[in-house]
Every structure is written in C-alpha cells, then in structure tokens.
C-alpha cells in the first residue's frame, strides 16, 4: 500500500508530535508487517506491506486508512508466485 | 448472407473514408453509429463475451484496475486463473492484445500500417468506473459492445504527435514534457456510447471515461508508427544485406591516424543512399520492408 501523506497544512493529525508512532501504530494494527518512509521535497511517501490472499480485505483496509489520514491509498501489488507444491512455505 | 470480411469503410460509412482522412484522421476524434449488420460481424468476430475464455488468449495478459471512493487507480496483473476472482470485486479488467484478426488486419490494411501494429483489446469496465483525463501515443478506435459508456473528449489533440502517453496531473516523461501547452482552453465533447456505437479519438487527444453500469468494448489500437521509424528500419532491412554498409566503422575522426582515414567509406555509402531514395522502385522496397510485405522486385 503506497499512502501519500498529507502536509501539515492539509491534516492537523500532522502537528501531534507522536504522529509517527501513531501512523505506525495504526498500520501495524491493521496487519501491516513492515511500514517504510521516504521523503522528497517536502512530500513525504510511505509504504505499508500487507499479505492479502483475499482481494475484499483491500477495500476494508483503504476504507480505514481514507478515514484515519484522509487520503486515499493506492495498491502496489507484488504477486508472490504459488510454492513448487503448491503450498505457502512458513 | 452476412459478408464474411468487415472492412475499415464499414465501420465508418456514415461520413466515408475521403471524409474519414481528410477531417478526422489525426485532427479531431469521431462518434458514429454502426449498422446493424457491421455490429453483427464486430460481435461475431469477438465471440463469446466470457471473462476466463477471453484472458487465456490476451496475448499481453490482462490488467485488472482497482479505484474507488477510498482507493487511488490500482493496477494488477490478472491472469486465467485470477480474473474471475477480481472480476468479483468489482475490478475494469483489461484484455490486452487479443488476436481478432478479421478486425485488426482489416483496419492495417485500410490505414496502410504494419499488421502487428494494429491490436485489439477488451474492456469490461465495472460499474462506477472510469478513467481519469490522459492522452495516448496510439492511434484509438472503440466499439461499444455491449451496456454503456461516457467519453469525455477534447476538439483536437493536446500534443502534436507524442511518443508517449501520459495522465493529466501526474509529471510528465521527459519525452512529452515540451509538447504539452502551459496554457490553454480545452473544449470537451461528451459521447455516451451505446451497444454499436463507434469512437475514433486521435493519438495526443486528451480523453477520460465514465461507466455506470458494466460494460464491454473493444478498442482497436494502432500503436506508435512514425515516418522516422519507417525510414530507420526501413533502410536498415534493405542496407543490412551489403557487406558495405556491415562494414565497421573505421577513420570517421579528424584526429584518427591518415592511414585509417583511407578506411572511410562513408562518403560513398551516403551516395548509394541518395541514389536508393531517389529510385520510386526503391521506395516501394522501404515500404514493404515495413509492412513486412514481400519486396516487389529481388
């Protein structure tokens, strides 16, 4: 999930000092397994890794997100190809 | 009886083909209906409108398009196996090149471009969805197949013939960038397509589209053919059978050593050249090359 994050002049959730560890925090608890940042001239992107096998839960997930942070995410897939047997290795 | 070949003037006999090359072509785009018995043949050519059938022959696979109230346009590739399970959540899905030859090459033919530049794909746009305002490097024609569908065209194309596509909004590649205008005043047409409808929208031509109920349309696509490339690989089929022009590259600098400058044959190649293209035969030859006809003469 790629979120662009929104200013400080567009989100007032910007100007808590504890953003990042809440923003963090949230993602995390929607499952997230690894939440990335990257900064560029002042725009700010960042990178949540979700594992999804059903496409339904994108919708939940981009749901939650629009209405926490107010924007909309986009979905970058990464199609992991099935196992040689078939099955998920652990 | 039905005639077993559609042709290119079918699918625009309401203004013709003077009408079509003169004032349309490449200038401003076009909305005409089908006759019943051209649609019939569209129709018959695509087959069975069936999502799994349809994704095992797209030849470039399928792209299966995510947005919505709380999503940003998402892109996936689907395939056979997967397209049934995106078409469940409510996924544009995009057949890319599917092999529709009674059609593609039909419209090579009429237009004079190679064959396996033409291509046909299908859309199954879901409902509530649309495409955002972007221009194409190719050449667009859409059959409405089956539901509903609003184009949103601007009058003439926004960039003069550009190798790249590019969205509204979004930076523009390096190779567009100069081509489009800092200012100007767009005028959109609005083109609700029905079942048999038929739109040409110039390569360059700022467009976005709107459904609101599911539906299928084919495009026909004639992708990025210029007169440059036509030279270039043109002469390079006709030039790469002399062992002359094979021949390596030697004394092409002022600063080589005088021995090696004995070795520049290109000052005779460059007269070959001039006699080749002023030779009509020739010319012809450069053409076919292109098309991937056979050459007129050995």
Known sequence: ????????????????????????????????????????????????????????????????????????????PEVVPKSYFGQKSS | MTDPSLSFDQLIRSVGCRAFFTQYWQRRSLSVDLDKATFARVLADVGPLEIVSIAKKAREGVQAWISGPDILH???????????????????????????????????????APRRRVKASLFLSS??????????SNENFTVQLTGTKRWFVESAPMAVMPPVGHVLGHRPAPSVEKLIPQRRAPTEHCFKLKPGAFLYVPRGTVHRTSADAESWSLNIS???????????????????????????VTGASKDCDPEASGANIFPELIDELRQLLDDPQELENLYRAFLGAPNSKA
């Open chain 2, 74 to 112: 998402s892109v996936f590739d689907a395939d056979a196996t997967t397209v049934s399970d995106f078409h469940k959540v409510g996924a544009t899905l995009y057949f890319v090149d599917v092999p529709l030859p009674n059609i593609t090459d039909r419209v090579a033919d009429a237009l004079g």
């Open chain 1, 1 to 76: 999930m790629k979120i662009h994050i929104p200013t400080k002049g567009d989100n007032p959730l910007r100007h808590d000092s504890n953003f990042d560890a809440n923003w963090k925090s949230f993602l995390i608890g929607l499952g997230a397994q690894s939440v990335h940042s990257n900064d560029m001239s002042n725009d700010r992107i960042d990178y949540a890794v979700f594992e999804i096998e059903d496409l339904s839960v994108m919708f939940e997930l981009a749901r939650t997100v629009h209405a926490w942070l107010g924007v909309k995410p986009e979905f970058l």
């Open chain 2, 222 to 248: 004639y992708a990025g053919t210029t007169w440059l490339e036509l030279l270039q690989e043109g002469l390079r089929q006709q030039l790469v059978v002399s062992p002359r022009w094979r021949s390596t």
């Open chain 2, 127 to 136: 409902r509530s969805s649309g495409a955002s305002a972007h221009f194409d």
